[in-house]
């Protein structure tokens, strides 16, 4: 999986799925749009009665209006609730959405007021992790038919404004450590006893 930042508008990203965090009662963070996707996102959110309340999800096809192939406004609740495991929760539960529907190329839009109450670095860090642990398969025993059947993420684009790509790199290489570590315990959780034996795991 390939993890990248760029500076880009979200409505011209050529992705499979584009994840907005919507706050709670807030307008959609979406600029620059179509009248004709803006009403189809009115219309949704009104008929799916999307508030942005953390959990709550919406997904629709851009019809071409966008780049992306499909839109995913994620309800991330009020800012005052707002810490690092949030966050991450936040990642989980879209990266959750996109491999339901098999969607291998995704971005996310990062809202403004995460970046300005944490910082770059940390929420980058925290959303390679979010994604990367979400994202987690143990497929070494799966037979080649089982296998085809998973579509894994090819590519996460991480949209931040330009001013903060250099903490935003460093976030990255942060987030994808400690994915790793983490990672590898899995592996080892999931291995069978005949191969995780004691001086296996002292090695």
């Given at each position: 999986?390939?993890?990248?930042?760029?500076?880009?508008?979200?409505?011209?990203?050529?992705?499979?799925?584009?994840?907005?965090?919507?706050?709670?009662?807030?307008?959609?963070?979406?600029?620059g749009i179509s009248h004709e996707l803006s009403?189809?996102?009115?219309?949704?959110?009104?008929?799916?009665?999307?508030?942005?309340?953390?959990?709550?999800?919406?997904?629709?096809?851009?019809?071409?209006?966008?780049?992306?192939?499909?839109?995913?406004?994620?309800?991330?609740?009020?800012?005052?609730?707002?810490?690092?495991?949030?966050?991450?929760?936040?990642?989980?539960?879209?990266?959750?959405?996109?491999?339901?529907?098999?969607?291998?190329?995704?971005?996310?839009?990062?809202?403004?007021?995460?970046?300005?109450?944490?910082?770059?670095?940390?929420?980058?860090?925290?959303?390679?992790?979010?994604?990367?642990?979400?994202?987690?398969?143990?497929?070494?025993?799966?037979?080649?038919?089982?296998?085809?059947?998973?579509?894994?993420?090819?590519?996460?684009?991480?949209?931040?404004?330009?001013?903060?790509?250099?903490?935003?790199?460093?976030?990255?290489?942060?987030?994808?450590?400690?994915?790793?570590?983490?990672?590898?315990?899995?592996?080892?959780?999931?291995?069978?006893?005949?191969?995780?034996?004691?001086?296996?795991?002292?090695?």
């Amino acid at each position: 999986m390939k993890f990248s930042l760029k500076p880009t508008e979200p409505r011209k990203l050529d992705v499979d799925l584009l994840t907005i965090f919507c706050e709670e009662k807030r307008p959609i963070p979406l600029k620059g749009i179509s009248h004709e996707l803006s009403s189809l996102i009115t219309t949704a959110t009104q008929k799916e009665e999307f508030e942005g309340k953390e959990g709550q999800f919406l997904t629709l096809s851009t019809k071409g209006y966008i780049g992306a192939y499909k839109l995913l406004l994620a309800g991330a609740g009020t800012e005052d609730k707002l810490d690092y495991g949030k966050v991450q929760t936040l990642v989980a539960r879209a990266i959750g959405r996109a491999l339901e529907n098999k969607l291998v190329k995704v971005a996310f839009s990062i809202p403004e007021v995460w970046l300005e109450k944490f910082s770059t670095q940390p929420v980058i860090s925290a959303m390679v992790e979010a994604v990367s642990l979400a994202s987690y398969r143990f497929t070494k025993y799966k037979s080649e038919e089982e296998k085809k059947k998973i579509r894994p993420l090819s590519e996460v684009i991480l949209l931040v404004p330009p001013a903060r790509l250099r903490g935003g790199e460093e976030g990255v290489r942060l987030g994808i450590i400690f994915a790793e570590a983490t990672l590898f315990a899995r592996d080892l959780v999931n291995e069978p006893a005949q191969v995780t034996t004691p001086s296996y795991l002292a090695s």
